[in-house]
């Protein structure tokens, strides 16, 4: 089955500063990559995704880039805010899979002002 | 609309108690997912129903049992609760299970002891 491996766990950052998280997955079936964030006690909630015939995706200070050779994708937010302190979870899903997605373990991101 | 919603929000148990999660939404999406989430872990696919009377494992099955007897509604029984079984639930609903956004309910937060 489909492994995602999602690096780094925690990650600080100044607030104004760029923020990159990375994902690999094993399986070059998946072919759609959502992005979750995660606010501490909350749900978590759809950012952004990206699916295979598409190599990056942009929606203002979020973008997805996608390598499909390489098997993996990264999330970059630009010109952090201490609104972006959340956990984020990369996901992958095969298209006859059911909807069915694999996480990765999560990154703590941190925006210190 | 209330999206997705959880019951309880927060339960106890003793080793070897029954209970039963309830997730229901009103968006008459087909897609429901239940995961388990913990620390370090990411989100963990228990069972998820295609539609209504379909039910299918996930990755983490064992000592869970669902059912889905309306569409709206996804049920999460625990028959004989164990300590590994202390996590927090999410519920996720999508309208199709291709490349299509999972919508989480709150979450519940499930002891054992």
Redesign the interface.
Known sequence: GENVEQHPSTLSVQEGDSAVIKCTYSDSASNYFPWYKQELGKRPQLIIDIRSNVGEKKDQRIAVTLNKTAKHFSLHITETQPEDSAVYFCAASEEDSWGKLQFGAGTQVVVTP | NAGVTQTPKFRVLKTGQSMTLLCAQDMNHE?M?WYRQDP??????IH?S?GEGTT?K??VPDGYNVSRLKKQNFLLGLESAAPSQTSVY?CAS?S???????F????TRLTVL
């Open positions: 897609y997912y370090g872990m990411g989100l963990r696919l998820y295609v299918a996930g990755e999410f999508s199709s299970g291709y490349n299509n956004e999972q989480f309910g709150p979450g």
